[in-house]
């Protein structure tokens, strides 16, 4: 059974860092692309970045450009978003997301995990 | 303001059928395939179309999807209480490569 567990949220200061991680079981990690998805609170979803199954190739919203770092560790199955200088604008709940090649559907989400930024 | 055009909410009655559209241009819509997702309340989404009219493995045919153009459509038949969620739909967009979801849409079953 495809899993994905996602963990790393909480509340933190405007300004400071964070890292998210996407704990994967059930398939072969390697083989797919992965993606960090986002919603602010009532609002619509909204893409991140994606990164290729081997890592070698990333990409970015614009807005993710300079501040978000995506990552992945194939030998733990697990997938890193790192987040630095946060704003009240960061404020979300991030969903990573399962695909087969970077243009490819979501077909598997976590749960999702809830940044709150805030003083 | 969202890449991709949806409307904003729908609603229809219990049995009948509904359709959401999703407008795009020639570099998303138009060129790469549409998906669409289902989220319901509180929960993360659910892949519920793809690669502009195929369904997933479990999922009700209920649902369909179709494209024609820079513009693509859901349909739910024979609606029913638990279809009342948000609809997303997706295309990857050549020129910012990247992906562009539309701005969502509430399906309210009357």
């Known amino acids: 059974e495809v899993q994905l567990v996602d963990s790393g949220g909480g509340l933190v200061q405007p300004g400071g860092s964070l890292r998210l991680s996407c704990e994967a079981s059930?398939?072969?990690?390697?083989?797919?692309?992965m993606s960090w998805v986002r919603q602010a609170p009532g609002k619509g979803l909204e893409w991140v970045s994606t990164?290729?199954?081997?890592?070698?190739?990333?990409f970015y919203a614009e807005y993710a450009k300079g501040r978000f770092s995506i990552s992945r560790d194939n030998s733990k199955n697990t997938l890193y978003l790192r987040i630095d200088s946060l704003g009240a604008e960061d404020t979300a709940t991030y969903f990573c997301a399962r695909g087969q090649g970077r243009k490819d559907e979501f077909d598997f989400w976590g749960q999702g995990t809830l940044v709150t930024v805030s003083s | 303001q969202s890449v991709l055009t949806q409307p904003p909410s729908v609603s229809e009655a219990p049995r009948q059928r509904v359709t959401i559209s999703c407008s795009g241009s020639?570099?998303?819509?138009?060129?790469?395939?549409v998906n669409w997702y289902q989220q319901l309340p509180g929960k993360a989404p659910k892949l519920l179309i793809y690669?502009?009219?195929l369904l997933p493995s479990g999922v009700s045919d209920r649902f369909s999807g179709s494209k024609s153009g820079t513009s693509a459509s859901l349909a739910i038949s024979g609606l029913q209480s638990e279809d009342e969620a948000d609809y997303y739909c997706?295309?990857?967009?050549?020129?910012?490569?990247?992906?562009?979801f539309g701005g969502g849409t509430k399906l309210t079953v009357l």
């Open positions: 990164i290729t199954g081997s890592g070698a190739a990333t």
């Open positions: 690669y502009d009219d």
């Open positions: 059930g398939f072969t990690f390697g083989s797919h692309a």
């Open positions: 020639s570099s998303n819509v138009g060129n790469n395939a």
């Open positions: 997706a295309a990857w967009d050549d020129s910012l490569d990247g992906w562009v």
